[in-house]
């Protein structure tokens, strides 16, 4: 019977999955079999926490993340949960020795949206480590499989994958942020949230740069997720481009999306870039 609680937790974090992020589902049903649900329970839990800090309007948020992190190290010693996210997560963790700093360092960042409105650059550098670079080094632990050597050569990639999503993620996000959350994270805007088009280019040219070198890093993942983390880097490359095409005030105005059937679309392109791509590498070796 552990086993139908086993499967029926992992369940329920590919569930969460599929109704809050239909590209990165996507992504992850890429994968070989054998990847997919640790990567499931992955993103259970971080978007779990991240609903807490950014739906659970009405609701004292910070007793509740104190009791997630709580329960999310209990799980982690225990080895069990009667939270069936937490519970497939912690099974990861221990099977992939996920360092608990990087949680914390996760969890860190989601008490930062308790209470900032706007951040200053070292304040920026450590949300966006907690709440992106260390859950791309999450997912890479999956990936490596416990191979130390690997995981190291692959840890720098993955944390300029994660940052370059957030950047994007950062300047989609601008109106829901001020108007819903009362926050913004973009570097050099006051308490008024004041941005000029100067700033969002810069951010944009970090984010670019960060996409360059995380292609890198991707071309030497597994073979068995390559396609899955392009695809999620191609979903994310086609919203920038948007997004760089789009005034301040008309992200201040609306939420930029990638559509569903260009979503499908990009699939077969990733499909098809990612093999010309293998091509190029092995040939350039």
């Not at 640790?38 to 839990?45: D, E, M, Q, R, S």
């Not at 978007?47 to 104190?66: M, P, Q, S, W």
């Not at 329960?71 to 020795?97: C, M, R, W």
Request: glycine share 4%; aromatic share 14%.
């Amino acid at each position: 019977m552990m086993e139908l609680y086993n499967r029926s937790s992992f369940s329920i974090s590919k569930l969460i999955t599929d109704n809050y992020s239909t590209s990165f589902s996507l992504g992850i049903k890429s994968f070989d079999s054998k990847y997919r649900d640790p990567i499931f329970a992955i993103y259970g839990f971080v978007r779990l926490a991240d609903e807490i800090v950014d739906t659970f309007h009405g609701y004292d948020k910070e007793a509740i993340l104190n009791k997630f992190k709580a329960d999310t190290l209990e799980a982690i010693d225990l080895g069990i949960s009667t939270n069936p996210i937490l519970h497939s997560f912690q099974q990861i963790v221990n099977k992939y020795n996920i360092d608990k700093d990087l949680i914390l360092e996760f969890l860190k960042s989601m008490e930062m949206d308790l209470t900032n409105s706007y951040y200053h650059k070292k304040q920026y550098d450590e949300y966006i480590y907690g709440s992106a670079e260390s859950v791309g080094l999450m997912c890479l632990k999956v990936f490596t499989n416990n191979d130390i050597e690997k995981y190291e050569q692959l840890a720098p990639f993955a944390k300029k994958l994660g940052s370059a999503f957030q950047k994007v993620n950062f300047l989609r996000d601008i109106k829901s942020d001020i108007e819903e959350r009362g926050r913004i994270y973009l570097p050099g805007v006051d308490k008024e949230f004041k941005m000029n088009e100067e700033s969002k280019q810069s951010l944009e040219k970090e984010a670019e740069n960060e996409f360059r070198i995380a292609l890198v890093g991707i071309m030497k993942l597994p073979k068995e997720v390559r396609l899955g983390v392009y695809l999620a880097y191609i979903y994310y490359q086609s919203l920038f481009q948007k997004i760089k095409l789009s005034p301040l005030k008309v992200l201040r105005e609306r939420r930029v999306r990638v559509s569903n059937f260009k979503k499908s679309w990009l699939f077969i392109k990733s499909f098809v870039e990612i093999k010309l791509l293998e091509f190029e590498y092995v040939y350039s070796d």
